[in-house]
């Protein structure tokens, strides 16, 4: 049975600093290998659908609060595939990484035989998640810069709400390192989790074109949110009920991050 302490309330504090530097600094030295795998994929998306598949659409209609509009569907996809890209980078940070050091490596024992709490251990590896991603998003958004394809000035609030993102997948994917016994088991995590949600969330085509139900279903998922608020930002326009939007990652951000840490601690109990 579970133990009601393990579902308390966090208890956190700035002890996770040194955590997440930890982590920085042994990243430092694997930067540069770390960047061009976690970019690589993203923009071979971007290139061959973006520009092979776009050739064959032209542009895409979409229904904004100033009504029909048509865009190019390099942009389109562009301001979808950046908000997956940060799903992508979270997620397997706060899953083999973090699951290395924990299960593999036993850094997190070691870690918590200083005066470090596992509290503060858990939101370390979520905030360091929560920066590989932007990280990596920052690098695409560069290329993105580079290629054309938005010059908005509004890209520039991206950023922050790419980080709610990270923040908000990587709780969700630490609570399935706290269940994982092996690297084997978050093959579950993306195959019945994140991938269809690349596709129900507006990704790769508008999601005017899904059934009502699966629609209404959808609209609800991190990542519909994430786009929701970004797309219109590489589109020179403000998102609509961006309140809404970020409540909504809020929730799953606050809800996963205290499920995460109450199956932490009881895995760490035994």
């Given at each position: 049975?579970s133990?009601?302490?393990?579902?308390?309330?966090?208890?956190?504090?700035?002890?996770?600093?040194?955590?997440?530097?930890?982590?920085?600094?042994?990243?430092?030295?694997?930067?540069?290998?770390?960047?061009?795998?976690?970019?690589?994929?993203?923009?071979?998306?971007?290139v061959?659908?973006?520009?092979?598949?776009?050739?064959?659409?032209g542009?895409?209609?979409?229904?904004?609060?100033?009504?029909?509009?048509a865009?190019?569907?390099?942009?389109?996809?562009?301001?979808?595939?950046?908000?997956?890209?940060?799903?992508?980078?979270?997620?397997?940070?706060?899953?083999?990484?973090?699951f290395?050091?924990?299960?593999?490596?036993?850094?997190?024992?070691?870690?918590?035989?200083?005066?470090?709490?596992?509290?503060?251990?858990?939101?370390a590896?979520?905030?360091?998640a929560?920066?590989?991603?932007?990280?990596?998003?920052?690098?695409?958004?560069?290329?993105?810069?580079?290629?054309?394809?938005?010059?908005?000035?509004?890209?520039?609030?991206?950023?922050?709400?790419?980080?709610?993102?990270?923040?908000?997948?990587?709780?969700?994917a630490?609570?399935?390192?706290?269940?994982?016994?092996?690297?084997?088991?978050?093959?579950?995590?993306?195959?019945?989790?994140?991938?269809?949600?690349?596709?129900?969330?507006?990704?790769?085509?508008?999601?005017e074109?899904l059934?009502?139900?699966?629609?209404?279903?959808?609209?609800?998922?991190?990542?519909?949110?994430?786009?929701?608020?970004?797309?219109?930002?590489?589109?020179d326009?403000?998102?609509?009920?961006?309140?809404?939007?970020?409540?909504?990652?809020?929730?799953?951000?606050?809800?996963?991050?205290?499920?995460?840490?109450?199956?932490?601690?009881?895995?760490?109990?035994?």
């Open positions: 049975m133990n009601p302490s393990h579902w308390s309330v966090p208890r956190l504090s700035m002890r996770w600093w040194p955590v997440f530097q930890r982590n920085l600094l042994v990243w430092k030295k694997l930067a540069l290998p770390s960047l061009v795998g976690n970019i690589a994929e993203p923009l071979m998306w971007l061959a659908f973006g520009y092979g598949m776009g050739a064959l659409v542009q895409v209609s979409l229904s904004t609060p100033q009504g029909q509009q865009v190019p569907y390099i942009l389109f996809l562009a301001s979808g595939s950046i908000c997956m890209s940060a799903m992508n980078a979270a997620s397997f940070e706060a899953l083999y990484s973090a290395s050091r924990m299960h593999v490596q036993k850094t997190w024992d070691g870690i918590m035989n200083a005066p470090v709490r596992l509290d503060d251990v858990v939101l590896e979520m905030l360091w929560a920066f590989k991603a932007l990280f990596t998003v920052l690098a695409i958004l560069g290329v993105m810069l580079a290629l054309g394809i938005s010059h908005s000035p509004k890209l520039l609030l991206v950023l922050p709400v790419l980080l709610v993102a990270g923040i908000t997948f990587s709780c969700i630490l609570v399935f390192n706290a269940l994982a016994q092996g690297y084997d088991f978050f093959t579950y995590y993306f195959t019945l989790f994140l991938t269809p949600m690349m596709f129900l969330s507006g990704v790769f085509f508008p999601r074109q059934p009502g139900l699966v629609r209404a279903i959808s609209e609800w998922l991190p990542l519909t949110n994430a786009v929701a608020l970004v797309r219109p930002l590489f589109m326009q403000w998102p609509d009920r961006p309140l809404v939007h970020l409540a909504v990652l809020a929730v799953y951000a606050v809800g996963a991050f205290w499920v995460a840490l109450a199956l932490t601690r009881k895995r760490f109990a035994k």
